[in-house]
């Protein structure tokens, strides 16, 4: 374990089985904490990618100010310290009252420390809120990356708020719904094996439809099924008979009552007449307001209020959540490569909001 001590009672301390709890605590406990920063997590990405995690915790005193997770992870030809790669949220969570200039100095010398070591090419950290990027943004001159997750409150909305004032005549939502309970569609829970079979082969030709590359999905699953409880995950999958029109796959997070929805698996050859996604949605926060959940993530999304996926999840009342991807290189090849794919993907895309 290496402890270092900073000028202004900052302690960094990397994760180890004395303070894993200490770890668990904070995530479990804080606002900034989510499933994706749970030590479960962490072993299913170590275990199903075989990647070099470094974890560290930052101490006030007695108190965690801070959770830092990192990995090691490829970027094109170059290998970097990544923030929590393959998860919706990889942000480090730094304590509401301890964000200052401070805290970050120390966990960027920290980060810096790691790159250097390992002999890795550039750090690649994920913040949250604009205090924090704005901080970070002493440390590079390279533009940070602007994506999110929509996020929605089931306290502010309910579902019969969301059936009677949300939805609307032209998002089609209702009918969408409808024509599936109408034609005596039902949507079940997984229980067994063949279900979770069936459930991967559509969510794998859903990504191969998007010529999404498929990393090492079935060692991924097949951690998930074997680390995580029933209690932990709610799989779905939406049917006739035995047509299957697609499923969700969802994380579960009691600590801070939220459900993560993941993984959207969907059958290609239905009419387009049918749209799964609204039915498949609608059931989850049903579920999720009878559990005594407070938030459903929808996943990340795109920056742009003009995306189709954009705009069938606000249209469901989500709200967006900003991720800042900050880059600091390590290499002048990795400066000059991302400063070329970050114009060429503004000159491709729809202007952000």
Request: include cysteine.
């Amino acid at each position: 374990m290496r402890v270092t001590w900073s000028m202004d009672a900052y302690q960094i301390e990397e994760l180890n089985s004395r303070n894993a709890g200490d770890w668990e605590h904070f995530n479990e406990t804080t606002k900034v904490g989510s499933f994706f920063h749970s030590l479960k997590w962490k072993h299913i990405l170590e275990r199903s990618f075989k990647m070099k995690p470094h974890y560290f915790l930052v101490y006030r005193g007695d108190e965690v100010a801070a959770i830092c997770p990192f990995f090691e992870n490829n970027l094109k030809y170059f290998k970097g310290l990544v923030s929590i790669p393959y998860s919706d949220f990889c942000h480090v969570a730094v304590a509401d009252g301890q964000i200052n200039s401070e805290i970050m100095r120390e966990i960027h010398a920290e980060c810096m420390n790691i790159t250097r070591q390992e002999k890795l090419a550039f750090l690649q950290m994920s913040v949250n809120t604009p205090r924090i990027r704005d901080l970070m943004m002493q440390y590079t001159d390279l533009p940070p990356l602007v994506s999110g997750n929509m996020v929605l409150n089931l306290e502010e909305l309910t579902p019969d708020h969301i059936w009677n004032n949300v939805f609307s005549a032209k998002g089609g939502q209702r009918k969408f719904i409808n024509r599936f309970i109408r034609d005596g569609c039902t949507i079940e829970e997984v229980r067994d094996l063949r279900d979770f079979e069936l459930f991967y082969h559509y969510y794998n030709e859903n990504l191969e439809q998007k010529h999404v590359r498929t990393l090492n999905q079935i060692s991924f699953f097949n951690t998930i099924r074997d680390v995580y409880s029933t209690a932990d995950m709610r799989i779905t999958l939406l049917k006739k008979d035995d047509f299957i029109f697609g499923g969700v796959f969802a994380y579960l997070y009691p600590p801070n009552r939220t459900i993560y929805l993941v993984h959207l698996a969907l059958n290609r050859d239905i009419p387009n007449t049918y749209h799964p996604p609204y039915y498949l949605f609608w059931d989850t926060i049903e579920k999720a307001y009878e559990m005594g959940y407070q938030h459903i993530c929808f996943g990340g999304t795109p920056c742009n209020p003009e995306n189709v996926v954009y705009r069938q999840k606000s249209g469901f009342g989500c709200e967006y959540q900003f991720k800042y991807s900050l880059f600091i290189p390590n290499s002048p090849i990795f400066r000059y490569g991302y400063n070329f794919y970050y114009i060429m993907k503004n000159r491709l895309k729809t202007p952000e909001i």
